[in-house]
């Protein structure tokens, strides 16, 4: 696989925010100057419109071709905390780009959305009547919430080293996108709920490297929306991530599907539900992922691969996934306790697994290797919170419709590696510690078909054994 590497153009001209005569007062409402300056820069050959130390105060903009906004250091744009200064196509957001080329957000400043505020005034509005919303969950709807930045059918996206912070929603969304580069960019979304990080959705080249991101929901998620595209030729490298959420995930949703997607060398900590998670559950494909070398610290489990059915009778695949390289710790506490917003209570209590991977009775998932993995597990699985006889692994509900989450099973019988439903899965060089006594053993396998452990160990109170086998076939241990 290759990544192509692109840069936008280095464009000659500056323009001054100033020029434009907007105003850097932080009370000053710019958004028809802001927009002025785009439309005159785009209009005059494209090039850079420089903002300098100060509060820019704005609602919706829309980026134009060859336009990069340049945030200096000490430079803030705001987004206005009514949410009435806000466009809505396809999604709301404060920064729109569609049908462009060569356009970026970049510099040392920051983009803060007043997430908080201009969520909460958005339930007011609905209080007051003058808004309809369901108010699911005590929250107006995500499509309705303004994120940050969201691009549409845009070709060389350069988003680099820029604070985004305080996202009323998902804080940054390319959907259908080519070329985009997002790198050395630090993420502060923890205002709201549904607050992920990066979502990448059907786009084609894409680079994320060297970010750092503290997110409310997931950090970095892939989606596919439209059966007739596909994530495809990904890199994420090198990135630092903190959620309430996963930490990097593949799906949902997954209409169309995910290919030839690197995760390379990141990151995962204090996060509440899988440092990665490969999810095949709308009907799409998942194939050819490489996932080479990660840190995870004090996350609730480790690897979830989910193939689901999430509408009857779009059946979902999933192959050919090399997972390598792994060091992590798994907390007995809930790994996210403390933040503003937590993952949910509901899916607790649970004894945990730090790798589950769950297919569906003639939906296999297929072709994957893990190798070099050290998992410390702090054990202490407890059969007053669930217990699963291994006479009896039918009694784990297969919940193909149900939204994929590791913890969705509630109790699984491995307290290290658990496999239901797969093909030609390999281990090797995998070791495996219990901190404390658990009643389940290391792994477990129900219906796999042609696996080979190698050089697999593991340190267990008590346990000598390391596998139990269920309708399974063609297993060995060496």
């Known amino acids: 696989m290759l990544i192509f590497l692109q840069s936008v153009a280095v464009f000659a001209k500056d323009y001054k925010a100033s020029l434009f005569n907007i105003k850097s007062d932080g009370s000053t409402m710019n958004t028809r100057s802001i927009q002025f300056g785009i439309d005159y820069i785009s209009k005059n050959g494209g090039g850079r419109l420089v903002f300098y130390v100060g509060r820019y105060l704005t609602g919706s903009i829309h980026l134009k071709s060859n336009v990069t906004l340049q945030l200096e250091e000490g430079a803030v744009l705001l987004g206005s905390t009514n949410p009435f200064d806000y466009d809505r196509i396809g999604n709301t957001a404060l920064i729109h780009a569609r049908n462009v080329d060569n356009v970026g957000i970049t510099g040392k400043g920051m983009i803060d959305g007043q997430g908080r505020m201009l969520a909460n005034n958005s339930i007011q509005n609905v209080h ?16 309705i919430r303004p994120m940050i930045i969201y691009f549409h059918t845009s070709t060389n996206v350069n988003i680099k080293e820029i604070t985004l912070k305080n996202s009323a929603c998902w804080l940054q969304t390319y959907e ?12 502060d979304n923890v205002a709201f709920w549904n607050s992920d990080g990066i979502d990448i959705v059907d786009c084609d080249n894409v680079v994320i490297t060297n970010n750092n991101i503290d997110a409310a929901d997931d950090g970095i998620c892939l989606k596919s929306h439209d059966e007739k595209f596909y994530c495809n030729n990904i890199l994420i490298e090198n990135n630092i991530v903190r959620t309430s959420a996963n930490g990097i995930k593949l799906g949902t949703a997954g209409k169309g599907g995910f290919k ?7 990151t995962v900590y204090n996060t509440y539900r899988s440092a990665i998670a490969l999810q095949s559950v709308d009907g799409g494909f998942l194939e050819d992922i490489l996932i ?12 979830f691969l989910r193939i689901g059915e999430r509408v009857p009778g779009k059946k979902s695949t999933m192959q050919r996934i090399n997972i390598k390289n792994i060091v992590a710790d798994v907390p007995f506490e809930k790994a996210d306790a403390g933040y503003d917003y937590e993952g949910p209570i509901e899916d607790m209590p649970r004894n945990i697994s730090p790798i589950i991977i769950a297919g569906l009775p003639g939906q296999y998932i297929n072709d994957v290797s893990f190798s070099n993995f050290e998992i410390s597990y702090p054990g202490r699985g407890n059969k007053f919170i669930a217990f699963v006889s291994l006479d009896n692994l039918d009694s784990i509900p297969e919940l193909p419709e149900n939204y994929p989450e590791f913890s969705m099973f509630k109790e699984v019988p491995a307290w290290g590696i658990y496999v239901r439903h797969a093909k030609n899965i390999n281990f090797s060089n995998i070791k495996l510690k219990a901190e404390k006594k658990d ?6 396998m129900d219906d796999v078909h042609g696996a080979e452990l190698k050089k697999v160990t593991f340190e267990q109170i008590g346990q000598k054994k390391l596998i139990h086998t269920n309708k399974s076939t063609n297993v060995t241990v060496h």
């Open 260 to 266: 030839n997607i690197k995760v390379i060398n990141n």
């Open 439 to 444: 009643y389940r053993l290391p792994i477990v």
């Open 292 to 303: 080479d070398g990660l840190k995870s610290t004090n996350t609730g489990n480790v690897i």
């Open 128 to 143: 007051m009547g003058v808004l309809e919303d369901g108010l699911k969950y005590d929250r107006t709807r995500e499509s």
């Open 176 to 187: 259908r996108c080519k070329n985009l580069v997002i790198d050395g960019i630090t993420v």
